[in-house]
């Protein structure tokens, strides 16, 4: 087994890092850990970091000494988004014979990022890799990378099953806050779309109070037909990948970019409902009245994961890029 | 590359001291230079056509010794009294926190500036412009409640945070989330002879402000290479132009005389408001009739490409974005884009018929946020 890839992440980023180094293990050659410099505060404490360790900031000794153990052994350090000045200082005084990998997973000129940060590590990096849903627009030479998403389930309500048919259930949780121009995913057309549909008697909006882990949000995921990711920016999210898996009709607002940013990882076009705030109303009352046009996109989505989104495929993007430059270092 | 569409007629007259006093002098006697702009046909920001007389208080006779006093010393006399406007006060090179202060502005942020005011050894026309743009109450953009001033100096060097060249994080890192969270509130960032890549961190810490950076004629310091790629508009000479002329400038405007360099930057601010119906306009090939377009325009998008490809043999993103726009180049027959692009990139647009422009311009038009479809044949 080759040595193991590290990674290294600020905060939880919604669990990406963690998701990626728990399916390395699972379904790759590589063995793989990852440090996790600080948790989120309050209720998102802890929803994000299962599988990850996370460092405190220093105050975990073990978690440093464990992080310097792996970083001197480690065939790869891939540091996601950006590490604090604490961390790269931590990385830069150990004696290894690591490859740097950089993956960014936000988007220019707005929160978390702003800019790239390769630079400012003073690090060899030795490839950039970029999100692949919007994100590579903004970083133009990175080579693209899917975010994984857990391996598909089948969904809770069968469309076909006439108990189930009375209500339409529709998944709504824009859970971060974050504006701006490519985080913001709230809309006045989409809030009104939502309040006018949700009058019907045939129709449910469900609601989620408080953030959840991503293993309840699956599962309530997978009792619900229709995910609403955002229709204003362009671009998909985590929750549009999310609502494939769990066999629901996606509504987004993905320009043919980012359809294209799909389809070169995953193979074939996603079949998403993209829409906008001046169709989305419309857009929602042809799946809430035509039962029929509803199961089969439900049907056609959970295909479509099963086909083109299983971690275990996706994975081999991963280690194809760590074997190469392991190969080109040696 | 464009010019101004205006023409400019020096005139002479006295001015009150209700218009002095905007500026911070208080001198009895002035020597002042009007001018006079034709109505433009843009979008006026609430000036109306006959309010378009921009009146410009250039060299004024100090009160005391009788003599002229030239732009420059007048810039430091103006830096003496407190600019209520101020909103930071920066020094390049320290490692300090910034803070931007709460400035109750419009709520449109197309009609709100951030004037970078650079105190370093400025030029002569350099703080002429700085005095024409703060005495200015006429245009809106301008006016107390639209036009906030960061004051810059390079004095203090601090050993950075973090070991590295990279100031533009650096300086990113600086403003603490508050003053970004206010950035947002600026459509516009002018810097005037920008030397470092402090405007750049002002405006990619905003996704809403646009970079303005003026050249003055007399500027002899070297030129920003990031500034001058990364900004939205250049504000020269036709001699400066021409040397970037080898740089992906996204839009130039070109003044002939200092005169001009006022009404440039408000003619800029104007090309860049919102756009009633921000229809798609061909911009390189794509005139004949297109299906379909009715439903393309409605839904926002801001770039349109005829591909000469069916879907299916269509290129998808296996690479890098670099790589795939290339492929998309090669299969582009059209573009249209929306009015509000047509004015953002348009020098770039001026040389579409280049293949490697065409990839330069939807390179940069997607990294600032434009949203595309295709129509595939």
């Given at each position: 087994?080759?040595?193991?890839?590290?990674?290294?992440?600020?905060?939880?980023?919604?669990?990406?890092?963690?998701?990626?180094?728990?399916?390395l293990q699972?379904?790759?050659?590589?063995?793989?850990?990852?440090f996790?410099e600080?948790?989120?505060?309050?209720?998102?404490?802890?929803?994000f970091?299962?599988?990850?360790?996370?460092?405190?900031?220093?105050?975990?000794?073990?978690?440093?000494?464990l992080?310097?153990?792996a970083?001197?052994?480690?065939?790869?350090?891939?540091?996601?988004?950006y590490i604090p000045?604490?961390l790269?200082?931590?990385v830069?005084?150990?004696?290894?014979d690591a490859?740097f990998?950089?993956?960014?997973?936000?988007?220019?000129?707005?929160?978390?990022l702003?800019?790239?940060?390769?630079?400012?590590?003073?690090?060899?990096?030795?490839?950039?890799l970029?999100v692949?849903?919007m994100?590579?627009?903004?970083?133009p030479?990175a080579?693209?990378v899917?975010n994984?998403?857990?391996?598909?389930?089948?969904?809770?309500r069968?469309p076909?099953?006439?108990s189930?048919?009375?209500?339409?259930?529709?998944?709504?949780?824009?859970?971060?806050?974050?504006g701006g121009?490519?985080?913001g995913?709230?809309?006045?057309?989409?809030?009104?779309?939502?309040?006018?549909?949700?009058?019907?008697?045939?129709?449910?909006?469900v609601?989620?109070?408080r953030p959840?882990p991503?293993f309840?949000?699956?599962?309530?995921r997978?009792?619900?037909?229709?995910?609403?990711?955002?229709i204003?920016?362009?671009g998909?999210?985590q929750?549009?990948?999310?609502?494939?898996?769990?066999?629901?009709?996606?509504i987004?607002?993905?320009?043919?970019?980012s359809?294209?940013v799909?389809?070169g990882?995953?193979g074939?076009?996603?079949?998403?409902?993209?829409?906008h705030?001046n169709?989305?109303?419309d857009?929602?009352?042809?799946?809430?009245n035509?039962?029929e046009?509803l199961?089969e996109?439900?049907?056609?989505?959970?295909?479509?994961?099963?086909?083109?989104?299983?971690?275990?495929?996706?994975?081999?993007?991963?280690e194809?890029i760590?074997?190469?430059?392991?190969?080109?270092a040696l | 590359?464009?010019?101004?569409?205006?023409?400019?007629i020096?005139?002479?007259?006295?001015?009150?001291?209700?218009?002095?006093?905007l500026?911070?002098?208080?001198?009895?006697?002035?020597?002042?230079?009007?001018?006079?702009?034709?109505?433009s046909?843009?979008p006026n920001f609430?000036?109306?056509?006959?309010?378009?007389a921009?009146?410009?208080?250039?060299?004024?006779?100090?009160?005391f010794?009788?003599?002229?006093?030239s732009?420059?010393e007048?810039?430091?006399?103006?830096?003496?009294?407190?600019?209520?406007?101020?909103?930071a006060?920066v020094?390049?090179w320290?490692?300090?926190?910034?803070?931007i202060?709460?400035?109750?502005?419009?709520?449109?942020?197309?009609?709100?500036s951030?004037?970078?005011?650079?105190?370093?050894?400025?030029?002569?026309?350099?703080c002429?412009l700085?005095?024409?743009?703060?005495s200015?109450?006429?245009?809106?953009?301008?006016?107390?409640?639209?036009?906030?001033i960061?004051?810059?100096?390079?004095?203090?060097?601090?050993m950075?945070?973090?070991?590295?060249?990279?100031?533009?994080?650096?300086?990113?890192?600086?403003?603490i989330?508050?003053?970004?969270?206010?950035?947002?509130?600026?459509?516009?960032?002018i810097?005037?002879?920008?030397?470092?890549?402090?405007?750049?961190?002002?405006?990619q810490?905003s996704?809403?402000?646009?970079?303005?950076?003026?050249?003055?004629?007399?500027?002899?310091?070297?030129?920003?290479?990031?500034?001058?790629?990364?900004?939205?508009?250049?504000?020269?000479?036709?001699?400066?132009?021409?040397a970037l002329?080898?740089?992906?400038?996204?839009?130039?405007?070109?003044f002939?005389?200092p005169?001009?360099m006022?009404?440039?930057v408000?003619s800029?601010?104007?090309?860049?408001?919102?756009?009633?119906f921000?229809?798609?306009?061909?911009?390189?090939?794509?005139?004949?009739?297109i299906?379909n377009i009715d439903?393309?325009?409605?839904?926002?998008?801001d770039l349109?490409?005829k591909?000469k490809c069916?879907?299916s043999?269509?290129?998808?993103?296996?690479?890098s974005?670099?790589e795939y726009?290339?492929?998309v180049?090669?299969?582009?027959?059209?573009?249209?884009?929306?009015?509000?692009?047509c004015?953002r990139y348009?020098?770039?647009?001026e040389?579409?018929d280049?293949k490697?422009?065409?990839a330069?311009?939807?390179?940069?038009a997607l990294?600032?946020?434009?949203?595309c479809?295709?129509i595939?044949?």
């Open positions: 087994m080759p040595n193991p890839i590290v990674h290294l992440s600020s905060t939880p980023l919604a669990g990406a890092p963690a998701r990626l180094s728990r399916t699972r379904h790759s050659k590589f063995d793989s850990l990852c996790i600080r948790d989120y505060r309050k209720d998102m404490a802890g929803l970091t299962d599988g990850a360790l996370v460092l405190d900031g220093g105050a975990n000794k073990d978690g440093d000494e992080l310097e153990m970083v001197k052994t480690a065939s790869i350090i891939h540091i996601h988004n000045p604490r790269v200082e931590f830069r005084d150990i004696e290894t490859q990998v950089y993956h960014l997973h936000s988007p220019r000129r707005e929160g978390p702003y800019v790239p940060r390769a630079e400012e590590f003073d690090l060899p990096i030795a490839r950039e970029v692949a849903q994100h590579p627009r903004f970083y030479d080579t693209p899917p994984i998403v857990p391996a598909a389930k089948p969904s809770l069968d076909y099953d006439e189930l048919k009375d209500k339409v259930k529709i998944l709504y949780f824009p859970a971060q806050a974050r121009r490519w985080n995913k709230v809309s006045k057309q989409l809030t009104q779309a939502l309040d006018t549909v949700s009058a019907h008697k045939d129709v449910e909006i609601k989620i109070e959840q991503s309840a949000l699956e599962r309530i997978r009792t619900c037909d229709i995910t609403i990711d955002e204003v920016t362009g998909f999210h929750i549009s990948l999310e609502g494939l898996q769990a066999g629901n009709a996606v987004n607002g993905a320009d043919e970019i359809m294209r799909m389809m990882w995953a074939e076009k996603p079949p998403f409902i993209r829409s705030p169709t989305i109303h857009d929602l009352w042809n799946l809430i035509d039962r046009l199961a996109t439900k049907e056609i989505s959970a295909d479509y994961a099963e086909k083109n989104m299983q971690p275990k495929n996706l994975i081999k993007l991963y194809n760590y074997q190469q430059i392991i190969n080109q | 590359m464009r010019k101004l569409r205006q023409t400019l020096p005139n002479t007259r006295s001015w009150d001291s209700a218009d002095l006093a500026q911070g002098t208080p001198v009895e006697k002035q020597k002042l230079e009007d001018v006079v702009v034709n109505p046909s843009q609430g000036v109306s056509p006959s309010d378009n921009l009146a410009i208080p250039i060299g004024t006779i100090d009160e010794t009788g003599q002229d006093l732009s420059r007048l810039f430091h006399r103006s830096l003496v009294t407190a600019e209520p406007r101020t909103i006060k020094s390049f320290s490692n300090k926190l910034i803070q202060d709460e400035q109750k502005l419009a709520a449109k942020i197309t009609e709100n951030i004037l970078l005011r650079n105190l370093d050894e400025p030029t002569e026309l350099e002429r700085y005095a024409e743009i703060l200015n109450n006429k245009f809106i953009a301008f006016r107390n409640r639209h036009l906030g960061v004051d810059l100096v390079s004095d203090t060097t601090d950075p945070a973090l070991k590295g060249s990279d100031d533009l994080t650096r300086t990113i890192e600086r403003f989330s508050k003053s970004k969270a206010r950035l947002l509130q600026y459509g516009f960032v810097a005037v002879n920008p030397a470092n890549i402090f405007p750049i961190a002002l405006q810490s996704y809403s402000s646009k970079l303005i950076c003026v050249y003055t004629p007399d500027f002899e310091g070297s030129v920003d290479r990031d500034c001058i790629e990364k900004a939205d508009r250049i504000i020269c000479t036709a001699e400066t132009a021409a002329k080898d740089f992906d400038v996204a839009g130039i405007d070109i002939d005389q005169e001009q006022l009404e440039s408000t800029c601010i104007q090309s860049f408001s919102p756009k009633q921000n229809m798609l306009m061909p911009v390189w090939n794509g005139f004949e009739r299906e439903r393309m325009a409605l839904t926002a998008r349109v490409l591909l069916s879907e043999d269509a290129p998808s993103v296996t690479g974005f670099s726009i290339e492929s180049s090669k299969e582009c027959t059209a573009i249209l884009a929306s009015e509000g692009l004015e348009v020098s770039l647009i040389k579409l280049d490697a422009t065409r330069s311009f939807l390179k940069r990294n600032d946020g434009a949203r479809e295709f595939y044949a």
